[in-house]
């Protein structure tokens, strides 16, 4: 079993920067695949970015290329995610998600192979 918790969500204002943390408990974090996935109010939950289980192939959405960057210490148990010039889009609850079927590739970009989520973050950007 695994527990992830996210954190580093908060209120900030259009162009400034956030970064998010989710610390894994348990055992094998590195055997994992690590995403990011947001739901904003109304929406469906959607794909921000994942991870190998390496750190050597990750994968954005469109909409987050180039002003996000996802990360994993395995040392630490800890993934991250990297946001910069913050828009007001970008509004919704953060989730951080572990694989340990798919651990690399772009099935990563889809949120079934995941078996942990965890509780979500806020993030809001104010205009």
């Known amino acids: 079993q695994v527990q992830l918790v996210e954190s580093g969500g908060g209120l900030v204002q259009a162009g400034d920067s956030l970064r998010l943390s989710c610390a894994a408990s348990?055992?094998?974090?590195?055997?994992?695949?690590m995403g990011w996935f947001r739901q904003a109010p109304g929406k469906e939950r959607e794909f921000v970015a994942a991870?190998?289980?390496?750190?050597?192939?990750?994968n954005y959405a469109d909409s987050v290329k180039g002003r996000f960057t996802i990360s994993r210490d395995n040392a630490k148990n800890t993934v991250y995610l990297q946001m910069n010039s913050l828009e007001p889009e970008d509004t919704a609850v953060y989730y951080c998600?572990?694989?340990?079927?798919?651990?690399?590739?772009?099935?990563?970009?889809?949120?079934?192979?995941?078996?942990?989520w965890g509780q979500g973050t806020q993030v809001t950007v104010s205009s």
């Open positions: 998600a572990a694989s340990f079927v798919v651990t690399t590739g772009t099935r990563l970009s889809d949120p079934h192979p995941y078996n942990y």
């Open positions: 348990g055992r094998a974090f590195s055997s994992y695949g």
């Open positions: 991870i190998s289980r390496s750190g050597g192939w990750r």
